[in-house]
């Protein structure tokens, strides 16, 4: 049985990590860490890792994993992540950086409990993203059949007019799909013999992904 939740959660663009992310977030109330919004905040803040990784951004380079890792243990240390446990999202992307996250994770004795693995066919994330549509005001996501606006290319919430990412087309996610691939496949390889990994179909409605996850943390917060 554990007291409290350190999860990660692991799946490609258009598998619903998001959605999911802010429902267990929600349910039990682990603290939600997304690097990309840690970054945004340490550099809206101009923390020193803030700094550090803006200096990289202006130069077009990626920031490197040593900044990364250094960016999410500032934030693993702080007492509401101790309080709640967390949701880790968008960090581990390399072995190396799920290495140095085991390392700090040992340091703060705040073991991982559970990997959320959510997988997706090809097929289905190429409908899915293809067909998705943003508000750059207030970053509603909808998609142009499952989810329309309620007038074609004008966000509910704010009037603002829809855009699509650039790279949300076939191209671009085969592109993305195969970069994600190659780094996750041997991050799970890392986890698989001391960790406890949830494979979940993030094909199926939300609300179903959902009812798997929680089914599995019911049974850890209460076996
Ligand atoms: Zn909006």
Known sequence: MVSKLNLLIMGPAGSGKGTQSAKITEDYNVVHLSTGDMFRAAISNQTPVGVQAQSFIDQGLLVPDEIT?????????????????????????????????????????????????????????????????????????????????????????????????SDDNEEGLKVRLAEYNASTAPIMGYYKDSTDILDVDASLAPDQVFASISSKIESLLND
């Open 69 to 165: 890792v250094a960016l999410v243990e500032e934030r693993l240390v702080q007492s509401d992540v101790k309080e709640r446990g967390f949701l880790l999202d968008g960090f581990p992307r390399t072995i190396n950086q799920a290495e140095a996250l085991s390392t700090i994770l040992e340091k703060i004795e705040m073991p991982l409990n559970l990997i959320i693995d959510l997988k997706v066919d090809e097929k289905l994330l190429v409908d899915r993203i293809s067909g998705r549509r943003m508000c750059k005001k207030c970053g509603t996501i909808y998609h142009i059949t499952n989810n329309p606006p309620k007038v074609e290319g004008i966000c509910d919430v704010d009037g603002e007019t829809l855009y699509q990412r």
